[in-house]
């Protein structure tokens, strides 16, 4: 409950503020396990992930952001869990592994952390192995606008300025691929790159101020 409290309220916040568009929404499956991956450029993006499907969305986020004792509550009733990034974190990887059997979508940004520029950055191959182990397809995102309305370094958002748009492509299966071989690898992580890139390029979606 609290989470669609939450989900409703920031949506009422984020309509308020910024214009929004979300596009390719009927490419998200209306059950099963799923992973959506996406770009990262705020911390406005996983509330804007989180507002703009009507499934909900498990995130697993950076162990640092847990550590203030409000904020790790509020994290946690909104379904999210820490991972630690400097090592192999086998409780956060089977926690995944465990939403996506049970049919949900877990969020995953798995550039690792927040671009500083708007670039997509390279990808971590934790993304692949959490989706080929739970056998269930990757959904590549892009966002656009959220870099300038609350970029790393801003204190406070900007408001009422820029056109928030959320592009969701199309499932990528990549259950066939043998992880253990570095060209398959690299070729993967490639191929998703340039799906994210795509969907976060300015270039072809520019239909009003970014």
Not at 130 to 145: E, M
Request: hydrophobic fraction near 45%; proline fraction near 4%.
């Amino acid at each position: 409950m609290f989470y669609y409290v939450a989900r409703a309220i920031c949506w009422l916040l984020v309509k308020i503020f910024w214009r929004v568009e979300i596009k390719g929404i009927d490419n998200i499956p209306k059950n099963g396990g799923l992973v959506l991956a996406s770009n990262h450029v705020s911390y406005l993006d996983p509330i804007i992930l989180g507002i703009s499907i009507k499934r909900k969305i498990y995130f697993i986020a950076k162990k640092e952001v847990f550590n203030n004792i409000f904020g790790s509550l509020l994290l946690r009733n909104l379904n999210a869990f820490p991972v630690d990034r400097g090592k192999t974190d086998i409780v956060a990887f089977k926690r995944a592994i465990n939403i996506l059997k049970e049919g949900k979508i877990l969020g995953i940004f798995p550039e690792g952390t927040r671009s500083s520029n708007g670039v997509l950055q390279e990808l971590k191959i934790g993304v692949l192995k959490i989706a080929k182990k739970a056998g269930v397809p990757i959904l590549p995102v892009g966002i656009i606008g959220t870099h300038k309305i609350y970029p790393q370094g801003k204190k406070f958002p900007v408001l009422f300025k820029y056109k928030i748009v959320v592009n969701y492509g199309i499932p990528q299966y990549f259950t066939d691929v043998d992880l253990k071989d570095k060209e398959s690898q690299k070729e993967v992580i490639n191929l998703l790159s340039n799906k994210i890139r795509e969907l976060s390029n300015l270039n072809i979606n520019n239909h009003g101020d970014y």
